[in-house]
């Protein structure tokens, strides 16, 4: 898998989950805008996967501490999640946010990472498809992984 090595000052070693250009100490492997790739400290200790736009102030969008593609199981867990979240939250509520990106909990969003602004797909009406931040990720909609 392709990879950021980044700097020591970066923001992500504070829990922030964006990369910006002026931390990467180093590229390997080639990785192309859309690739998925891995983040790793100045210690070559991995740091969790991401979504790699090489046009964006904001290099790289971690998704997870793990090592991650993006499939249609990465998606249907992380819908899940957050699906189960609204459940328990706004049990009586019938019309809510099926997917609000990184709003879906502090440092726990299910679908955090895939986005630069809060990506909202209703449970009733017709959803928008999802438009990733990240060169060369085909457009979805999250009701493509979910089954209610």
């Keep these: 898998m ?7 000052r970066a923001r992500i070693f504070q829990g922030h989950d964006w990369v910006y250009g002026t ?15 891995a983040l790793k400290d100045f210690k070559d200790r991995f740091l969790g996967s991401a979504m790699f736009n ?22 249907s867990r992380r819908i899940s ?3 189960e979240l609204r459940r328990r939250l706004l049990p009586e509520e019938t ?6 990106s990184e709003s879906d909990g502090p440092h726990c969003g299910p679908l955090r990472g895939l986005s630069g602004r809060p990506d909202a797909d209703d449970r009733h009406g017709t959803p ?21």
Excluded at 2 to 8: C, D, Q, Y
Excluded at 23 to 36: A, L
């Design 2 to 8: 392709a990879g950021l090595i980044i700097s020591p």
């Design 23 to 37: 931390e990467v100490r180093k590229v390997f492997g080639n990785p192309q805008p859309g690739d998925v790739v």
């Design 54 to 75: 090489p046009h964006s102030q904001i290099v790289a969008r971690r998704f997870s501490r793990r090592k991650q593609e993006l499939n249609g199981d990465f998606f």
């Design 81 to 83: 999640q957050a699906v």
């Design 95 to 100: 019309l809510t946010r099926l997917v609000w």
């Design 128 to 148: 928008p498809p999802h438009h990733p931040e990240c060169s060369g990720r085909p457009s979805f909609s999250p009701r493509d992984y979910c089954q209610e």
